[in-house]
């Protein structure tokens, strides 16, 4: 008899263990996805700004509060799948996903999905050209002390180098334009597909804070 409660015992204690390992995994899993996330950044776009290696914090509030970003503000997107085609908007082009598995496994889970970092350049019914190496905004050149002295920003053979932006997107280029692959080449981005803003910088330690604006 005591053999056998013991058994019981075990095996509850078992499940318990089970059960307090499921709810952390999704209390986890909602806090990436609704709140905040470490991540690590990937790309060379960034650069000087943010290095490949380097970790960052990114908030969801802009997501899931549907906030408009800011001009500087550097974002976290989900990577266009094409181009816009022949006589559209200049939006940034994505398949659909319409089976609730494939939307679960895409955007809670972010399997199979690749994201982009940029900065906001410019923002909803603005006029942006680059011309000459300058980026005009509503006709007037645009401050940009974050990028390296001397940088002139290129087109990249893009064809949106002079849009106006449709309401409900931004146009979002990388710190090192001369190496990034963005809306001057698929188009402005949605609002809805921006996932984060990053915050500030928690790797490595001797660069740890605030990020240039």
């Not at 914090?57 to 022949?86: K, Q, T």
């Not at 908007?89 to 955007?107: E, Q, T, V």
């Not at 001397?150 to 053979?157: A, N, V």
């Not at 809306?183 to 500030?200: A, N, Q, T, W, Y």
Request: glycine content about 8%.
């Amino acid at each position: 008899m005591a053999k056998d409660n013991e058994k019981v015992n075990v095996k509850k204690e078992i499940w318990e263990w089970i059960y307090c390992i499921i709810i952390a995994i999704v209390v986890a899993l909602l806090i990436r996805y609704f709140i905040f996330t470490p991540t690590m950044i990937k790309q060379t776009s960034m650069v000087p700004t943010l290095q490949e290696g380097e970790r960052v914090f990114l908030s969801r509030m802009m997501r899931n509060f549907d906030e408009m970003p800011e001009r500087g503000d550097i974002i976290i997107f989900e990577m266009p799948d094409g181009h816009p085609s022949d006589n559209q908007l200049p939006i940034a082009y994505y398949n659909s996903h319409d089976g609730l598995l494939d939307k679960f496994d895409r955007y809670f889970l972010e399997l199979g999905k690749i994201s982009y970092i940029k900065r906001v350049i410019g923002l909803p019914g603005e006029h942006i050209k680059i011309l000459e190496g300058q980026v005009y905004i509503n006709g007037e050149v645009i401050e940009e002390t974050y990028l390296v002295e001397g940088l002139k920003t290129g087109t990249m053979d893009g064809e949106y180098c002079d849009v106006i932006i449709p309401e409900g997107c931004i146009f979002a280029m990388g710190d090192n334009r001369n190496g990034s692959m963005d809306s001057r080449v698929f188009g402005c981005i949605p609002l809805d597909k921006i996932e984060g803003e990053v915050l500030f910088r928690i790797w490595p330690l001797n660069k740890f804070g605030d990020i240039d604006k």
